[in-house]
Structure formats: C-alpha cells, structure tokens
C-alpha cells in the first residue's frame, strides 16, 4: 500500500486492508525539516513531547532534536514503555526534562504472556528515573480480565511514594473502542473498580492520582 500524502482523506481504508492493522501514513524527517513543522505551532507551544512506538529506539535522532529544541527555549518530554534501559541512555535523559512511562503489569508472568515482552526493564525504570527527578507521570490502563491491577497500583505507588509522592500516577479505564477484534472481548472496569484502585494509590501516599 502506497501512501499519497497530497490525495489522503485520512478514512483509514489503508490501515483496515493491511492484515496487521497497520497504517502507512508515515514520512521520514530529518531535524531540519521537523523544525520547519514546527515554526507553524511554536507561538502556541512551550514544548515538545516525543512518542512512539517506542521513541527511544531513535535515540541519536533524539538527542539531536532535543538540543536543538532546548535553543529554542522549549521543554522536552518523552513518552515511553520502558523496554530501553535509560541508564545505558545519559545524554538523552540529561536533555529530557521529563518522562511518562507505561507500567503495565507487575507479574512478570502475565507481562511476558500478555504483552510480549519483560518487564525487568520497565521496573528498572521505574526506579531509576523517580531517583533522579526525572519521573513527570506513570501510567497503568486497568484491564480487569488480563492483570491483578490491584497488585500493580500497589506496588507502583509504593515505589512512586517512596521518592517523590508528588509524582503524577493516571490510572486508565480499558475501554474496547479502537482495538483489534480480540481486545473488543474484554471488559471494562467500572467506576466503582477504579474508585477502588485510585483510593489503595492515594492511601499508599500517592498525590496525585488520576483517573481517566
């Protein structure tokens, strides 16, 4: 499948034909071009936050946006799921004012099977950026029919709580829109279920806990 930016109507016909549900509206940039894009928001912006996929994977890209970035007196966040190891990372994270991390699951059984991957890393993360002030959010969607969530907002916000109770923990309903044909089979925590987990995070310490 072949992407024409100019003649895109953005109805997602492409991403529903591919058997991976995947999109090919993608273009490759280099920094200068990035900056070009950017010079149309920046009156409006006081900083940027990189994404993904898994935006680390792209570090030396990022350190060169970010320094860039920081000449223009913009703040730099990343978004992440924790897979990389940031302490192999210490110019990225020396320019990165901040990161959001995803914390799936504790039980490395069930992040093994569920999503694919371990979870060393991303615990590892957990810790290594609330030590060094660099911790901005964590984020843990709530699907009650794949984890024990209650042990994961546990553990998390203990962590959290033990450096800095002050960093932002959002818990997230599972909802079934958007996802792929298996995803839709699962079930949406209530509200009473979140109010549960929001009350264990706040008891444990946490200030700021919120949910979406």
């Not at 223009?72 to 978004?79: A, H, K, N, P």
Request: net charge neutral; aromatic share 8%; with cysteine.
């Amino acid at each position: 499948i072949v992407w024409e930016k100019d003649r895109c109507c953005e109805c997602d016909t492409c991403t529903t034909l591919c058997q991976k549900s995947s999109s090919p509206r993608t273009m490759k940039m280099d920094t200068d071009r990035l900056f070009e894009e950017m010079k149309l928001y920046k009156r409006f912006i006081d900083g940027i936050t990189v994404s993904g996929g898994e935006c680390t994977l792209q570090q030396e890209f990022l350190v060169e946006l970010f320094r860039r970035a920081k000449t223009e007196g913009l703040t730099c966040m990343i978004d992440t799921n924790g897979s990389n190891d940031f302490k192999k990372m210490p110019e990225l994270v020396a320019l990165c004012d901040g990161f959001m991390l995803d914390v799936k699951v504790y039980d490395a059984k069930a992040h093994e099977k569920y999503i694919g991957a371990p979870n060393e890393a991303v615990l590892a993360n957990l810790h290594y950026l609330a030590s060094i002030g660099k911790l901005y959010e964590v984020r843990t969607v709530v699907v009650p029919e794949l984890f024990d969530n209650e042990e994961t907002v546990r553990y998390t916000a203990s962590i959290l709580t033990g450096y800095d109770a002050s960093i932002r923990y959002k818990l997230i309903q599972y909802r079934s829109m958007g996802v792929r044909e298996e995803g839709k089979k699962l079930r949406s925590p209530s509200r009473t279920e979140m109010n549960q987990l929001e009350q264990i995070a706040k008891k444990l310490g946490c200030k700021q806990v919120i949910v979406v």
